[in-house]
């Protein structure tokens, strides 16, 4: 696998990269569920499959993958490599939008970030991400720019036993504002494994907003490390939509690197037949006056199985952090699974932290009053496993995001029940 | 309209036997008044006229315009028009009073062989019932019943019954928790729909509602049974004496 990079002309930094990658997947290999971290993730499967390197994927696709990017800026990514014709890459003030792979050599500003927010030596296929990584995206706003309209980077899979390794690095830099929207889904029913990695760097006083969706093909497996740096006064926000995957597990780190940082770290996640969702969350206020928010909400039907692990650190210089954590579960069959662990570590005394996690069923007092006033039952269940949901996809700023993410819940879930 | 024959039913988890024997007879453009003491299953007569599956009717009927409304579930029988406006109203998150009524209106529309209302129609529609009962418009884009106070709940029952325009209104103590201007607005709301074709079912434990919504006819109910009924009189007469004089009309 660690063949398929020519990696001759490379810079240095990025060889010592690629080589420290290559070391720390060798010595973690794949993990088992001895791993306390990846203790409800089960990888036997992996082993069964006989993988080879993403190769570039076709010119003609099953399924239209502009299908996902219909706004004005976007980029397409097939089988972790650029593609050209499907991307609309239109000059905007203050924004760099191009493939990384021209960007290690063209841009600077890379090497300052590119592997150095990331911890690959926690992350056995980050690790392998680095290793072998072909190409990807540089997202950069440069100090003060604000992108107006959304921005989305799309990956798309296609093809069968294909380990894509897609590598996306984003900069904002000061006084910065943007919407970024990064979707994966597969041509077909594509049976790949992807092992993305996301490094986002929030600079002072900048404004991101970053909402992700897992919609790859029930047949593929997904293994992603998205990791953020903020430094102060910086907002980032970011909404997990976990639809997609055989098997697709998120680890999403966020360092809260100064003060008077805003972070919200949110999640919708629905399982069916038997898919396993895992996503894995954390938080790491090392610096006073700091705000984070997480809300997780899940859906679960089916023998499919949903994990969250949710950390809070809060390191002793980081007091008057206030941060609020929330994870529930909707079950809608007796065979779903829930596995979910909230795990707070706080070393400064004088701060605000709760957690409160639910699971439950679809409550019969609203069930009943919704039928009361003649909305048939399999409608009321539509209506508030829907409602359930929108909680997350209301705090989106962007009404054409959100809508498109409701149409597609509205498709997980089964149901038609007309825009609200 | 609406009659009653010889009612018992008991809760369903534990077999409680709650209605023991309870006969009524309602006619259109009727208001008739339940009242009783705590515990005494006024409630859960409003509840079963309902179709709550958390009670079970073990003997006698309930007929409703000819028909057998026992069998019934509960959106079918809003299909026929019947409405149960709660004690505890539900909040709903996410949905807003709109969508929902819509929902509600459309599927009785369907139910009844009408055609669906268009989203343009129904917002006029809606407008309009917001205007007579005097109500704010931004009740329109709220979700249901989320955050508010007991008194917007009551008058968000009552809005809902003025959309669905259901012929048999049952209203389960409507008046708890409401001060006496929310009690008067909500009154005046179920007077407007007064009609000669819709009849009232109204559950209290107070007379004071019955000042605002004039009852013709007053059931006292105790240990599952109507013990006596009379006009509007009775309820004066009640709030006079409480209920303990009709202790010895009680057959346990």
């Excluded at chain 1, 029930?218 to 976990?242: C, F, M, P």
């Excluded at chain 2, 069998?71 to 809003?78: F, G, I, M, T, V």
């Excluded at chain 2, 139910?111 to 704010?136: T, W």
Aim: proline letters at 4%; a negative charge; glycine letters at 8%.
């Amino acid at each position: 696998m660690l063949d398929a990079v020519n990696r001759d002309q490379e810079p240095e930094w990025l060889v010592s990269l690629r080589d420290r990658g290559a070391k720390i997947h060798g010595e973690l290999g794949v993990p088992t569920t001895r791993n306390e971290e990846w203790k409800y993730t089960p990888l036997r499967s992996l082993a069964g499959v006989n993988w080879n390197p993403g190769e570039p994927g076709p010119a003609v696709f099953g399924t239209d993958p502009t299908f996902y990017a219909q706004t004005t800026i976007r980029v397409v990514i097939v089988n972790g490599r650029l593609d050209r014709n499907l991307s609309e890459l239109p000059v905007v003030p203050g924004l760099t939008l191009m493939s990384l792979r021209d960007a290690i050599y063209e841009k600077p500003d890379v090497a300052l970030h590119l592997g150095q927010i990331a911890k690959i030596e926690d992350h056995t296929f980050a690790a392998l991400n680095s290793a072998v990584f072909v190409d990807g995206v540089y997202l950069h706003l440069s100090a003060g720019a604000a992108v107006e309209p959304v921005i989305e980077i799309t990956h798309v899979t296609s093809g069968e036993g294909m380990v894509i390794a897609p590598r996306v690095l984003i900069v904002a830099d000061e006084n910065s504002t943007a919407k970024i929207v990064e979707q994966y889904c597969s041509d077909g029913s594509s049976t790949n494994l992807t092992i993305p990695v996301t490094e986002v760097f929030v600079a002072k006083h900048s404004n991101v907003e970053h909402v992700r969706l897992q919609d790859e093909s029930l047949d593929s497996y997904h293994i992603a490390l998205w990791e953020t740096k903020q430094a102060g006064e910086s907002e980032y926000r970011s909404y997990n939509v976990a639809f997609g995957g055989g098997l697709a597990r998120l680890d999403q780190n966020i360092d809260l690197n100064g003060e008077h940082i805003t972070t919200r770290l949110d999640g919708v996640v629905v399982a069916r037949g038997e898919q396993v969702i895992d996503n894995h969350t954390k938080l790491d206020h090392a610096l006073p006056n700091c705000n984070s928010f997480e809300i997780y909400k899940q859906i679960i039907d089916d023998k499919a199985t949903v994990v969250f692990n949710g950390k809070i650190f809060v390191h002793q210089d980081a007091q008057k952090t206030d941060a609020k954590q929330t994870n529930q579960a909707l079950l809608l069959s007796p065979n779903a699974t829930i596995n979910s662990k909230p795990q707070l570590e706080i070393f400064a005394d004088d701060v605000k932290c709760t957690h409160g996690a639910t699971v439950g069923q679809i409550e019969e007092t609203f069930r009943f009053y919704m039928r009361s006033r003649g909305i048939p039952k399999a409608t009321a269940d539509a209506i508030l496993v829907y409602a359930f949901a929108a909680e997350v996809l209301e705090l989106m700023s962007d009404a054409v995001v959100r809508e498109r993410l409701e149409r597609r819940l509205y498709s997980k879930l089964g149901i038609d029940l007309g825009l609200m | 309209m609406l009659e009653i024959k010889d009612l018992h039913a008991s809760v369903a988890e534990d077999g409680k036997e709650i209605l023991r024997g309870i006969n009524l007879s309602v006619k259109p453009g009727e208001v008739h008044a339940i009242m009783g003491p705590n515990g005494s299953g006024k409630s859960t007569l409003a509840n079963i006229l309902a179709g709550r599956e958390d009670y079970e009717v073990t003997s006698g009927s309930i007929e409703y315009k000819g028909e057998d409304l026992v069998e019934l579930d509960p959106e079918d029988r809003a299909h026929k028009g019947v409405f149960l406006a709660f004690q505890y109203p539900v909040e709903i998150p996410g949905v807003s009073n709109t969508y929902f009524l819509r929902a509600a209106l459309n599927a009785k529309r369907e139910a009844n062989g009408e055609p669906e209302m268009g989203s343009m129609d129904f917002m006029k529609y809606i407008r309009e019932k917001v205007k007579q009962l005097g109500l704010k418009d931004e009740l329109l884009t709220r979700s249901v019943n989320e955050g508010f106070s007991g008194g917007e709940k009551k008058r968000n029952e009552i809005f809902q019954m003025a959309v669905l325009e259901p012929s048999l209104c049952v209203l389960d103590e409507t008046d708890s928790g409401l001060d006496i201007d929310a009690l008067q607005t909500v009154a005046a709301g179920v007077n407007a729909l007064r009609s000669p074709e819709r009849a009232f079912v109204v559950v209290t434990h107070y007379q004071r509602l019955l000042n605002f919504i004039v009852p013709d006819y007053v059931h006292i109910l105790m240990n599952g049974r109507i013990v006596k009924s009379g006009d509007k009189s009775l309820a004066l007469e009640l709030e006079d004496k409480g209920y303990g004089w009709l202790d010895e009309l009680v057959v346990s």
